[in-house]
């Protein structure tokens, strides 16, 4: 949460994927991913379902998930986080292998 508000406090540019915007998309084991160009392909029988997502992390964009958010500017980001109960690596899918996840490495003090 401090480095958003301090992008918000600073009014540093980010990139628009960082922001809530309606965009094609597929569920894949229970995490949304945007499908615009050739990077993910449809699976047989997917189609693309427009939906308000942002993402909270682009790690390896696009093997990273989205999460559903109407957050269209700074000040909502910073609202959103405050309300999450979710991590913001959720959508990481290396955090989905126990073995190898950003998440345990987090909690072991790696970073």
Request: hydrophobic letters at 35%; proline letters at 6%.
């Amino acid at each position: 949460l401090d480095i958003w508000t301090y992008i918000a406090e600073e009014e540093i540019p980010i990139v628009p994927l960082y922001f809530g915007k309606k965009r094609p998309t597929v569920v894949r084991n229970g995490q949304i991913f945007m499908v615009d160009d050739a990077r993910t392909p449809l699976e047989p029988g997917e189609a693309p379902v427009d939906r308000m997502i942002r993402f909270r992390t682009l790690g390896c964009y696009p093997l990273t998930a989205a999460v559903e958010s109407d957050a269209a500017s700074m000040d909502e980001i910073v609202s959103e986080m405050l309300t999450a109960r979710t991590s913001e690596r959720s959508g990481r899918l290396i955090d989905h292998d126990e073995s190898g996840s950003m998440e345990k490495k987090k909690r072991e003090g790696y970073f």
